[in-house]
């Protein structure tokens, strides 16, 4: 008999990255009989030395500043650890993270295919995640064409602490030229700019779309409107990082290194869920394409519903999204079935259908040429992300919690 391999986990659980991530290390814990993995219920740093105890094997870094710190003190006692918090850029101890640049590209596309073009990244001082995805998000805008700003919210800020009403977002918020898009950072600020912008009665998402990252379950259904959001791979970090550490508990050699895991997709809920062009043409003709989309719509039956030519419609979609409408339906058609695929258990055939396809093959050939996989093999790989719930995933595979 193989005896237990003690593994602990250090995160703050209130987190929903932090939540995930421990779901793939329970994953991964489920697959090796004799790892069994712990989690304090609430820690300080100072706790480490009564934690790390001579019958743990192995640490799991999650986000838990100072995290420099810890992740150090662990180094220094030679205990085999990964770090996952995304709170370093370098660390003496192997790091799986997002790709924080990855996140903040994908939120500037998104709010750019949508039409934007004034855009503005609310983050975190002092946060080396919060600054990699402004990186991201400023350069990508600017790679597009599209105009960017940022503010900052500062750690220590006592009015914003409880979110009950966050006075440094509305400061700036009375003076932002709209319609705007603004990304925040994580779900919390998102949520403190839905209630900013309800006390300012600024209009979401009609004067401002805003979109989140984490998709936390809590954050981002505390306000309404509910927060659209970024879906990072945070359980497939989990698991990685166990596939990692296993490996050092086993005695391997592994090099301090850094493993990014880019983002999965944007969940779209009412916070964003509008275009932000203001072609009067075009915005009509995308709320034809969303309205009628299931009835396989063409660029000549648009055409004639705006009783326009098709050279106009054209002119006028490359003036404002910089792609014809034969590409802008696609897209829209492209994004309705993963989402579907994703967040419900509709048979692929009714997927089709609801996306405008009338031939189940030809939607699935056009969704392989597009996302480079077929709908079933998306739903069976990635749904676990997007539909898993709070307790999913951990129950039965987690040895136990220790205070």
């Given at each position: 008999?193989?005896?237990n391999k003690?593994?602990?986990?250090?995160?703050?659980?209130?987190?929903?990255?932090?939540?995930?991530?421990?779901r793939?290390?329970a994953?991964?814990?489920?697959?090796?009989?004799e790892?069994?993995?712990?989690?304090?219920?609430?820690?300080?740093?100072?706790?480490?030395?009564?934690?790390?105890?001579?019958?743990?094997?192995?640490?799991?870094?999650?986000?838990?500043?100072?995290?420099?710190?810890?992740?150090?003190?662990?180094a220094?006692?030679?205990?085999?650890?990964?770090?996952?918090?995304?709170?370093?850029?370098?660390?003496?101890?192997?790091?799986?993270?997002?790709?924080?640049?990855a996140?903040?590209?994908m939120?500037?596309?998104?709010?750019?295919?949508?039409?934007?073009?004034?855009?503005?990244?609310?983050?975190?001082?002092?946060?080396?995640?919060?600054?990699?995805?402004?990186?991201?998000?400023?350069a990508?805008?600017a790679?597009?064409?599209?105009?960017?700003?940022?503010?900052r919210?500062?750690?220590a800020?006592a009015?914003?602490?409880a979110?009950v009403?966050?006075?440094?977002?509305?400061?700036?918020?009375?003076?932002?030229?709209?319609?705007a898009?603004?990304?925040?950072?994580?779900?919390?600020?998102?949520?403190?700019?839905?209630?900013?912008?309800?006390?300012?009665?600024?209009?979401?998402?009609?004067?401002?779309?805003?979109?989140?990252?984490?998709?936390?379950?809590?954050?981002?259904?505390?306000?309404?409107?509910?927060l659209?959001?970024?879906?990072?791979?945070?359980?497939?970090?989990?698991?990685?990082?166990?596939?990692?550490?296993?490996?050092?508990?086993?005695?391997?050699?592994?090099k301090?290194?850094?493993?990014?895991?880019?983002?999965?997709?944007?969940?779209?809920?009412?916070?964003?869920?509008?275009?932000?062009?203001?072609?009067?043409?075009?915005?009509?003709?995308?709320?034809?394409?969303q309205?009628?989309?299931?009835?396989?719509i063409?660029?000549?039956?648009?055409?004639?519903?705006?009783?326009?030519?098709?050279?106009?419609?054209?002119?006028?979609?490359?003036?404002?999204?910089?792609?014809?409408?034969?590409?802008?339906?696609?897209?829209?058609?492209?994004?309705?079935?993963?989402?579907?695929?994703?967040?419900?258990?509709?048979?692929?055939?009714?997927?089709?259908?609801?996306?405008?396809?009338?031939?189940?093959r030809?939607?699935?050939?056009?969704?392989?040429?597009?996302?480079?996989?077929?709908?079933?093999n998306?739903?069976?790989?990635h749904?676990?992300?997007?539909?898993?719930?709070?307790?999913?995933?951990?129950?039965?595979l987690?040895?136990?919690?220790?205070?």
């Amino acid at each position: 008999m193989r005896k237990n391999k003690r593994v602990l986990f250090l995160g703050n659980l209130a987190v929903a990255y932090n939540r995930d991530v421990l779901r793939g290390v329970a994953e991964y814990a489920g697959s090796q009989p004799e790892i069994r993995v712990f989690f304090p219920d609430n820690f300080e740093p100072a706790d480490l030395p009564a934690l790390i105890r001579g019958d743990i094997h192995g640490v799991i870094v999650a986000g838990c500043p100072p995290a420099w710190k810890l992740s150090e003190a662990i180094a220094i006692r030679g205990v085999p650890a990964v770090d996952v918090s995304a709170e370093l850029e370098t660390s003496s101890l192997p790091r799986v993270v997002t790709d924080d640049a990855a996140v903040g590209r994908m939120a500037a596309d998104y709010f750019i295919d949508r039409g934007f073009r004034r855009l503005v990244y609310y983050g975190m001082s002092q946060r080396y995640w919060s600054d990699a995805r402004l990186d991201g998000f400023i350069a990508q805008a600017a790679a597009r064409g599209a105009a960017a700003q940022y503010f900052r919210k500062q750690e220590a800020e006592a009015e914003d602490r409880a979110g009950v009403y966050p006075g440094t977002a509305a400061r700036w918020l009375k003076h932002l030229s709209k319609p705007a898009a603004i990304y925040a950072g994580d779900d919390l600020l998102g949520a403190y700019l839905v209630e900013a912008c309800r006390n300012l009665k600024i209009r979401v998402p009609e004067d401002i779309a805003i979109l989140g990252t984490d998709n936390d379950d809590l954050y981002g259904q505390l306000r309404t409107p509910h927060l659209s959001s970024i879906l990072l791979d945070s359980r497939n970090i989990g698991l990685r990082a166990m596939e990692l550490l296993y490996r050092r508990m086993r005695g391997k050699k592994i090099k301090a290194m850094t493993v990014l895991i880019p983002p999965i997709r944007v969940i779209t809920r009412l916070s964003s869920d509008i275009f932000g062009v203001e072609d009067d043409l075009v915005r009509e003709a995308l709320g034809l394409i969303q309205q009628n989309l299931s009835s396989g719509i063409s660029v000549k039956w648009l055409a004639d519903q705006l009783a326009v030519s098709r050279p106009t419609m054209e002119r006028h979609f490359l003036a404002a999204l910089n792609r014809t409408p034969a590409t802008e339906i696609q897209r829209i058609q492209m994004e309705t079935a993963r989402q579907l695929v994703l967040d419900s258990d509709m048979p692929i055939a009714q997927v089709a259908h609801k996306s405008g396809y009338s031939s189940p093959r030809q939607f699935s050939t056009s969704f392989h040429n597009y996302f480079n996989e077929t709908p079933r093999n998306m739903r069976k790989t990635h749904r676990y992300a997007a539909a898993a719930s709070p307790d999913s995933g951990t129950r039965g595979l987690i040895a136990g919690a220790e205070n």
